[in-house]
């Protein structure tokens, strides 16, 4: 079992940024890939990025060039760099974790969830 604990959401104005953490334990993370969705009210969880577990990274359009995702195995720790954010990227957060080998980008591929965090980005 995995367990994902994300932090480091909250409120911000357009054109702010926010850094999400998630903290992985009970399995070695180097060997998982790990990915970030996001959930806003009424609509479904929608994929945002993930990085396979050799560092390959792949983001939904609506995000690229504005958000970075990495790790650090070193601290079983992944993040999701938010710059410039929009009203619309106003959602739950989520990571989750994947023991598949290759980038992964549909949810039902992901093993390990974790209990969210709340973005809020103010016009």
């Known amino acids: 079992q995995v367990q994902l604990v994300e932090s480091g959401g909250g409120l911000v104005q357009a054109g702010g940024s926010l850094r999400l953490s998630c903290a992985a334990s009970g399995r070695p993370f180097s060997l998982l890939g790990m990915g970030w969705f996001r959930q806003a009210p009424g609509k479904e969880r929608e994929f945002v990025a993930t990085i396979s577990w050799s560092a390959s990274t792949y983001y939904r359009p609506s995000v690229k060039g504005r958000f970075t995702i990495s790790r650090d195995n070193a601290k079983n720790t992944g993040y999701l760099q938010m710059n410039n954010l929009k009203p619309e990227d106003t959602a739950v957060y989520y990571c989750?974790?994947?023991?598949?080998?290759?980038?992964?980008?549909?949810?039902?591929?992901?093993?390990?969830w974790g209990q969210g965090t709340q973005v809020t980005v103010s016009s």
């Open positions: 989750a974790a994947t023991q598949a080998r290759r980038t992964v980008l549909a949810s039902g591929r992901y093993d390990y």
